[in-house]
């Protein structure tokens, strides 16, 4: 089974656990490597990103932790950076500004086209937050932003993650379809030509711009999607793109560093993949699937 995570969140976020817990759960696992991955900050108040004046401190805990576990783990730190058009700050500007390994680039947050950056009080009225564990959420956004027309809710989704995809620079690519999580197969469905177009456009630019695409399993763990992000058929033509893939946790909790790794590595060896890869030393390294169930 793949022993490293990537996508990892502690109460410096929206996590539950403190860094140290974590890192002596991965120690106790037997993980190579474990990435810190925190929300990234945002111009407004929420209740799931790192505050900007924490960074520095969520920074300096993790060089601490990389030096006393050096011997038994590396441990890197990054973070999980949350896309809005007109609202958040460059990639490169954040990962420069506190000296990151890496950044996962994701979006939780859906804005609708605006022709100025959108500031001040106003902009959580402009927001659809697609994540989180309550689907009513998703469906008063869907609803207050787009008419209830999800066809256009779910082209800005993939469009908001085209432009990040395509302005920012990042290197892994978080649960790109995480868009169907709370559609439960009620608004669409993914055989239907109009959704496939979209989300193979997106692939397709994740493998023009060499990003690592991450195997989420936590919608499977936590009961709110009986599948992985992204969904096997797009696992499939990602292989055949020859996109790289990475498990990850997008672990809350110690508890969840590891969950449903190994059904998600059947997964990618039905996809066609036989190695996933790793982070080292500011490199990718590639890492081989076991070969015993193949």
């Known amino acids: 089974m ?3 995570n990537l996508h990892t969140h502690s109460i410096y976020s929206d996590g539950k656990s403190q860094p140290r817990e974590i890192v002596e759960e991965a120690v106790r696992q037997g993980l190579t ?7 990234s900050p945002l111009p407004f108040d929420n209740t799931f990103s790192v505050k900007s004046a924490d960074m520095p ?3 300096a805990e993790i060089a601490q932790l990389k030096e006393e576990f050096k011997d038994k783990i590396d441990i890197y730190c990054g973070l999980e950076a949350d896309y809005l058009t007109g609202v958040s700050e460059p990639f490169t500007v954040t990962k420069e500004k506190y000296r990151l390994d890496y950044l996962i680039g994701g979006v939780h947050l859906v804005v609708e086209k ?3 950056p959108v500031e001040g009080p106003t902009l959580s009225e402009k927001i659809w937050f697609i994540d989180g564990p309550k689907w009513e959420v998703y469906d008063e956004g869907l609803q207050k932003f787009f008419d209830g027309d999800i066809r256009r809710a779910v082209r800005r989704f993939f469009e908001q993650s085209n432009e990040m995809i395509e302005n920012e620079q990042f290197d892994i690519i978080a649960h790109f379809d995480k868009i169907k ?3 439960r197969d009620r608004y669409f469905h993914e055989d239907e030509p109009w ?3 979209l989300a ?3 692939l397709d630019l994740i493998r023009e711009k060499g990003l690592v695409m991450e195997i989420n399993t936590r919608g499977i763990y936590k009961k709110r999607y009986n599948g992985f992000y992204p969904s096997p058929w797009l696992m499939e033509e990602a292989c055949k793109m020859g ?3 990475i498990i990850s946790a997008d672990a809350h909790h110690f508890s969840e560093i590891t969950l449903e790794f190994d059904h998600a590595e059947e997964a990618l060896k039905r996809a066609g993949y036989r190695s996933v890869v790793n982070f080292k030393d500011g490199h990718w390294v590639e890492v081989p699937l076991c070969e015993k169930s193949l």
């Open 114 to 116: 605006v022709p100025e």
């Open 2 to 4: 793949q022993n490293f």
């Open 57 to 59: 401190n969520y920074v």
């Open 243 to 245: 996109v790289p893939a």
């Open 195 to 197: 959704y496939r177009k």
């Open 200 to 202: 193979l456009k997106t």
């Open 33 to 39: 490597t474990l990435g810190f991955s925190e929300h």
């Open 181 to 183: 999580m709370h559609n």
